[in-house]
């Protein structure tokens, strides 16, 4: 269930007023699980304020107006609404007795100009408005809920709370949003749409937004129902699509970080780890440690950027650099095998690269950047060339740096995945 707010009033498209209102309303009904999707102000301009409520009541399924009920002239909300519903203004007697009394309270007589606020479109309910002189008014049919509300807060917001809120609740009380995320690493945002397009397109109900970040992509699955079984039946459903199209990309489906999968991995299989960085000047220490209780699994690192330090620090022999160069495979290997040595860690961690934006040559451009992972066994290598720049290529390698520590436990046969 969405809505849609529309502040009538030119004063409030001048500097001295501002609409306040519209906040108080999307406090009130997003506690009610009530998302608003539009807000917008309108002058005291009958046009425009058609063409405002014309779209809202087509895109919209409750409607609050505020503003533009009083009786002069240029308050035109209740006749334009019943306009666009096709509903006639019908003065109502009651109401009309109502504001002749409230006058006669204040020793005065009712102008004739206060009649207009007793005119209600057929088919709508008066709601009841003891701080002022017109009531608000409420209309519902099967397509919408819209309501008509006083402009000044004082009268507005009592008016919401004792008639508006308990109508709005009675029909969406049982709508909930549901929300399932997923997180995918090591393809790129319309790589990841194209592939599972053909999966959440069979599902209507279900709302799906796609956000990417670099060396990330979150998907966002969102349904409104009252029935959680048919949300999370349709979310399993959609992720089981999800798993073929994306298979091992995806990393997350509770929200989770890279870093704390990765640190869940760990802790599970009781392993430790270690990390000798060049181009991400310790950006992957930094993430593995931004974990609370990361002392269990990182032992240490360090962050060698000259050569010499790479061979000082993580044991790489000068003759590898001087024959293969510090950006290569081999280096990779090397520290990643040199800093678990040292460190006497379950997995030691290498990464070397050109993150720029100088330094690069036709050989080896800016971006790349080889990533190793020693674990006694083989040690696995990875080759790539980042996009973007400088932060940008540092942060992807330190997601693919993790992503390689996830892979390691995803394909080593006795490892626990949890
Ligand atoms: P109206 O119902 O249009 O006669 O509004 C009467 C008065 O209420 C205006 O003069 C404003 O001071 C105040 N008012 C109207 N709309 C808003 C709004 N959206 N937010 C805050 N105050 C408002
Ligand atoms: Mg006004």
Redesign the pocket.
């Known amino acids: 269930m969405n809505a849609e707010i529309i ?3 030119s ?2 498209l001048t500097p001295y ?8 309303l999307t406090e009130q009904l997003n506690q009610l699980g009530v998302e608003v999707i539009f807000k917008s ?1 309108v002058g ?1 301009n009958l046009r425009r304020l058609v063409a405002a409520a014309q779209h809202a009541l087509y895109r919209s399924d409750i409607v609050i107006f ?5 009786p ?1 002239e ?2 035109l ?1 209740r006749e334009t609404v019943a306009d666009l519903l096709g509903r006639k203004l019908k003065l109502n007697v009651a109401i009309l007795d109502g504001i002749k009394a409230r006058f006669r309270s204040f020793n005065r007589e009712m102008p004739d100009i206060n009649v207009r606020q007793a005119m209600v479109p057929e088919g709508a309910e008066a709601l009841n408005n003891p701080r ?1 002189t ?1 009531p608000g008014l409420w209309i519902e049919d099967s397509a919408h809920m819209i309501a008509l ?5 004082r ?2 917001k009592p008016l919401f709370l004792e008639e508006v809120l308990p109508r709005v609740a009675r029909r969406v009380s049982a709508v909930r949003m549901f929300h399932r995320e997923l997180r995918v690493t090591g393809l790129g945002e319309s790589a990841v749409d194209q592939r599972i397009q053909p999966v959440y397109k069979r599902f209507a109900d279900v709302n799906t937004t796609v956000l990417a970040s670099p060396g990330e992509v979150q998907i966002h699955l969102r349904m409104w129902t009252e029935d959680a079984q048919l949300a999370q039946k349709n979310f399993a459903e959609i992720e089981q699509g999800f798993e073929i199209a994306l298979t091992d990309r995806i990393f997350s489906r509770d929200g989770a970080s890279l870093e704390e999968v990765v640190a869940r991995l760990l802790t599970l299989n009781k392993a430790t780890i270690s990390a000798a960085e060049s181009c991400t000047g310790g950006l992957l220490a930094q993430r593995l440690t931004s974990i609370a209780g990361s002392s269990s699994y990182f032992l240490g690192g360090v962050v060698c950027y000259s050569n010499e330090m790479k061979t000082a620090w993580a044991d790489v022999p000068k003759e590898l650099i001087e024959a293969k160069g510090a950006v290569s495979a081999e280096v990779a290997v090397a520290l990643a095998e040199g800093i678990r040595r040292r460190v006497g860690s379950t997995l030691g961690m290498g990464i070397t690269g050109i993150a720029g934006p100088g330094g690069g040559s036709e050989e080896k451009p800016v971006g790349t950047v080889h990533i190793a992972v020693a674990s006694g066994g083989e040690t696995k290598a990875r080759a790539v060339r980042f996009m973007g720049d400088r932060d940008m290529i540092r942060g992807q390698a330190s997601q693919m740096a993790l992503d390689l520590v996830r892979m390691h436990f995803l394909y080593n046969g006795s490892a626990k995945r949890g």
Not at 19 to 24: A, E, H, P, R, V
Not at 66 to 70: E, K, P
């Open positions: 502040a009538v009033g004063e409030l007023r501002m609409d306040t209102n519209s906040l108080y102000v005291d505020s503003g533009g009920l009083g002069t240029d308050d909300t002022g017109a509300l006083p402009g000044p807060p009268e507005l």
